[in-house]
């Protein structure tokens, strides 16, 4: 299975040549600016497997968890289309432009979720504050 990602333009591009390895939802503050949205969505890859076409900018934070994340962002529309975790990649599923992409089994910041989200029941929960 390959599956592609791309920014508004178009002009940064993300092959990835694996099915995710987890699909999640985060509700932390964080994720809700980055995307402007009530939560944010993302794909994670094995880096072997994801191959990453275009220019970007970088902007990296430190996560509640203590561990650097390096947001790559499109340098000409500003689009967030993946992030480094480790060894991982992490691909926002907005930039896969799939309505068929797997539904998300994983939620952390529940504490956060805005009252009126509701995620499918097959979504696994995890609490953290």
């Known amino acids: 299975m390959t599956r ?3 920014c508004s333009c178009g002009r940064l591009r ?9 699909v999640s ?5 964080a994720c809700k600016q ?14 072997r497997d994801v191959e990453i076409e275009g220019e970007s900018t970088a902007f990296t934070r430190v996560a509640d968890s203590g561990n ?3 947001f790559h962002f499109c340098a000409t529309c500003g689009s967030t289309v993946f992030w480094r975790l480790g060894e991982l ?3 926002a599923v907005g930039a896969f432009a799939d309505p068929g992409f797997p539904e998300p089994t994983f939620s952390v ?11 499918a029941p097959t979504c696994e929960l995890e609490r953290w504050d």
């Not at 993300?14 to 987890?22: I, K, N, S, Y």
């Not at 980055?34 to 880096?47: E, K, P, Y």
Request: hydrophobic share 45%; aromatic share 8%.
């Open 109 to 119: 910041y529940e504490a956060r979720q805005h009252s009126w989200v509701r995620l």
């Open 68 to 70: 650097e994340v390096t």
């Open 89 to 91: 990649v992490a691909i």
């Open 25 to 29: 939802v985060c509700h932390c503050l």
């Open 14 to 22: 993300v092959v990835c040549r694996a099915e995710p390895l987890r």
């Open 4 to 6: 592609r990602a791309s």
């Open 34 to 47: 980055r995307t402007g949205s009530a939560f944010g969505v993302q794909a994670r890859f094995d880096a």
